[in-house]
């Protein structure tokens, strides 16, 4: 039972440069989440999407874009990188009701250089 | 808006020691209480819960976490800590009646145990 996987763990970008994290969460949630860890500061939420083919804007949301095409999967990208968005990034997903426990993925460390 | 307060960023402690690690949270509607923890280069597990009930809430491997309305407070407690409760500790709310479940963090805690 894999949980929440995300692709990539690791990336090195250089500013300017485009990419794609994928999240991938076989328990047939509804709800998925982007957020990214910084020093101090916890995690915070960059967007989220309560259905397939639904988003939302989070409390970060600037310079990224997200899309949920599937079910299972949640999408992350940054257009333009830039070394603000140095940062750990952690994909999770949750059922609806008040059980309301997050299930996290290991995590995409990403350095913007 | 909620918010979530973390007073102490680290907390070195020996081992068998008790420890507590404090969180404060502000919100003008009723939330939903959370402490999640981190193992080094690991996602977050959900540690403890408090959705209503018993205001004092434990989790398998001997925290306790109690809500406290009047102060806005749901500290993390344990009595004797072991080398393998080392990890950073993230206290969290959701608004009751949330469509979306999302979760609002504080800035964490680093708990270190000592040998």
């Known amino acids: 039972n894999a949980g929440v996987t995300q692709t990539p763990k690791f990336r090195v970008l250089k500013t300017g440069q485009s990419m794609t994290l994928l999240c991938a969460q076989d328990m047939n949630h509804e709800y998925m989440y982007w957020y990214r860890q910084d020093p101090g500061m916890g995690l915070r939420l960059i967007h989220y999407s309560v259905g397939e083919g639904t988003t939302a804007k989070g409390e970060v949301p600037d310079g990224y874009n997200v899309s949920r095409l599937k079910k299972q999967n949640f999408l992350l990208g940054l257009e333009s990188a830039a070394p603000s968005q140095t940062s750990v990034y952690f994909c999770?997903?949750?059922?609806?009701?008040?059980?309301?426990?997050?299930?996290f993925g290991q995590g995409t460390r990403l350095t913007v250089v | 808006a909620q918010s979530v307060t973390q007073l102490d960023s680290q907390v070195p402690v020996f081992e068998e020691a008790p420890v507590e690690l404090r969180c404060n949270y502000s919100s003008s509607v009723s939330v939903y209480l959370f402490w999640y923890v981190q193992y080094p280069n690991q996602g977050l597990q959900l540690l403890l819960k408090?959705?209503?009930?018993?205001?004092l809430v434990e989790s398998i491997n001997g925290f306790e976490a109690e809500f406290n309305k009047s102060q806005t407070s749901f500290h993390l407690r344990k009595p004797s800590v072991h080398i393998s409760d080392t990890a950073e500790y993230f206290c969290?709310?959701?608004?009751?009646?949330?469509?979306?479940?999302?979760?609002?963090f504080g800035g964490g805690t680093r708990l270190m145990v000592k040998p």
């Open positions: 969290a709310v959701i608004r009751a009646n949330n469509a979306g479940n999302m979760l609002t």
């Open positions: 408090y959705l209503s009930g018993s205001t």
């Open positions: 999770a997903s949750s059922p609806t009701g008040t059980s309301t426990e997050a299930f």
